[in-house]
């Protein structure tokens, strides 16, 4: 079993920086993708970004490129989301997950934290 623990959401006002952590423990990530979502009241959870378990990016969803990045560090079992030129658009709750692909792919996910960016 992995348990992941999401941290680092807030308010920020447009423009603002976050830094996103997803702490994993039970097991390690080391051999593992994984993977940023949010989802926004009302709409359907959407991937934002994934990684390989070598740390290259293997998506950014068009809307966070350029202002997203995704990254890891094994050593502290951690994957992390920038997020800087935060839009009101960017507001959701954000969950890390392990796995890339099909929805069968993402075998755990954190709780979840909310980023609210204010206009």
């Known amino acids: 079993q992995v348990q992941l623990v999401e941290s680092g959401g807030g308010l920020v006002q447009t423009e603002g920086s976050l830094r996103l952590s997803c702490a994993a423990s039970?097991?390690?990530?080391?051999?593992?993708?994984m993977a940023w979502f949010r989802q926004a009241p009302g709409k359907e959870r959407e991937l934002v970004a994934a990684?390989?378990?070598?740390?290259?990016?293997?998506y950014y969803v068009d809307s966070v490129k350029g202002r997203f990045t995704i990254s890891r560090d094994d050593a502290k079992n951690t994957v992390y989301l920038q997020m800087n030129n935060l839009k009101p658009e960017d507001t959701a709750v954000y969950y890390c997950?392990?796995?890339?692909?099909?929805?069968?792919?993402?075998?755990?996910w954190g709780q979840g934290t909310q980023v609210t960016v204010s206009s």
């Open positions: 039970g097991r390690t990530l080391s051999r593992q993708s």
């Open positions: 990684v390989t378990w070598s740390g290259a990016t293997l």
């Open positions: 997950a392990v796995g890339y692909g099909t929805p069968a792919a993402y075998r755990y």
